[in-house]
């Protein structure tokens, strides 16, 4: 459930009288009033005085923007396609908390003539307000990375602003519509050029440029483009093929549909997957009134340990992409088999109700519609169920055959399987799957010069995890998997022109001493 009243259609603004009372609907909890169970551990309200407050910080932002604006002088060239059309630097797809922030890092650099593109309307970008059903992200509420190094844009900056000092002394994790709040605040406050409703469908390379295609007819013309699509921005989210095949679409949902839980009330529910997403959705759906909630996973018992946590190290975020292929793969193939828990909200909330079952040990095999409208599922350890809706939290698929932008060109993408061979006792069938990155996060070609779009599309989504550790849909990984990718931007943008700079260099007379105070003091012969 979204709540988006605040928001004017052509922007957002945190200056505009009404803030606070916004943020209050914000982080409300959908139908809070019916809603059982636990409840979320942080429940304080705006400062009376947050409107002054945030207003006071984002003056001070744009402050210290001046303050660090060196160098100042624009160095990019402009370019104009034949048509006449405008041509940007770099176009940026996904307006979330990469996409923003690449925006940012861009502008540090002096390259202002950017665009960011998302599919969805202004201020539901991200899965913060949309999908998301968990109380908190599970990053700890420390964490940094959008902010790029000013302390004023950082999150605690504009969180201590809302909620005071106090308030973030009492803070655990960040609540995900907080954090989705903060996001606006700093698209808005960095006045970031966002066209949203604007969904990219293609990339085609026209001479010197790519033409990115939305799906509304429009297009744009980029030198370079990044893909800052999240979670699922290399694939799709998956669906086992039996269902797909077997059941009509109206017996299944996936836990990252955008759908009110409250529609389940009373129903028998079963889930396939134990990733957070899954356990969110099932704790959702219990404390809207599901009558019964089975939770099916393929491992025996809950894991426990997380060692992402251990890995939040400058040493390891910083350094991984520098090690060779067989280092890092040893490094990724281990942590994700070994995997991630549930978060600690996801299972106390479940574990609140007596109808909540997790059935470990079993995937689902086969699945099929019954005549009195119920759901039949077979689990792979023999025993059969019938439900009267079915939930899938299953992950995403790494192919870019299933990404309608990237299947033209979907075959041709190097992949990790094409020039590695992991060792023996290092297997991992999905991994492989991942692209073969450059060093800057641009797609390599299976077979060069058949694609050459390839070579201005930069992968800053999940897909860059085995090359890079971490990526923009990583919220502990923007601090240090962004410099590689700005680094290779700017570096392609000024290698194209420096001709032209050095030319203009080696032939500049702009006066900057004026020698004519100095005509009574030269010395003269004799």
Known sequence: MHQTGFLPADGHSSQRPGYRDWLIGLTALAHEE???????????????????RIAALSARVRHDIEILLYPRDEWI????????????????????????????ALRQERVNNFLILDRMPAGLEGPWITYSRMWTLRSPKHVSGPELGMPSLAPRSWFEAIYGEAGWEALDKWPRQTWHAYLEWFREVLDLPVRNDANATGFVQEG???????????????????????????????????????????????CTDDVDSLAWKGRDVAILGAGATAWD????????????????????????????????????LRHFASMADAEKWRWIQAIFTYGQPPTQDGVDRCAAFPNFTVHAGATWTDAE?????????????????????????????????????????????????????PPEGQPDTWLITYPYLTRDLRFREREPGKTPVLENIHCFNYGATVTNAHSGASLSGIRYGLPPLIHGLTYALWMADEPEHFRITRDWDQVDTDPSPLAGHMWKAG
Request: charged share 20%; proline share 5%.
């Open 208 to 254: 010197e440029f790519v033409r990115v295609e939305v799906a509304d007819g429009t297009c744009h013309y980029a030198r370079k483009v990044v893909l800052a699509t999240g979670i699922e921005g290399m694939g799709d989210w998956f669906v086992p093929g039996f269902i797909r095949d077997k059941l009509p679409a109206s017996a299944y949902t996936l």
């Open 281 to 316: 959705r099932g704790a959702d759906l219990l404390e809207l009134g599901a009558a019964r909630v089975t939770l099916y996973m393929r491992r025996q018992r809950i894991l426990t340990a997380n060692a992402f946590r251990y890995l939040e190290k400058a040493g390891y």
């Open 369 to 421: 519609a019954r005549a009195d409208g119920r759901v039949r599922v077979t689990a792979s350890d023999g025993t059969v169920a019938d439900f009267d809706h079915l939930f899938i939290g299953c992950g995403f698929s790494i192919d870019a055959a299933n990404r309608p932008e990237l299947a033209p060109f979907a075959d041709n993408i190097l992949l990790w399987k094409d020039v590695f061979a």
């Open 34 to 52: 019916i809603r059982t169970g636990l409840t979320p551990p942080f429940r304080q309200l705006p400062l009376p005085d947050a409107e002054a």
């Open 77 to 104: 060239l402009p370019r104009t396609h034949p048509s006449g059309a405008h041509v940007y630097d770099v176009v940026i797809v996904g307006g979330g908390q990469c996409g923003l922030t690449v925006g940012h």
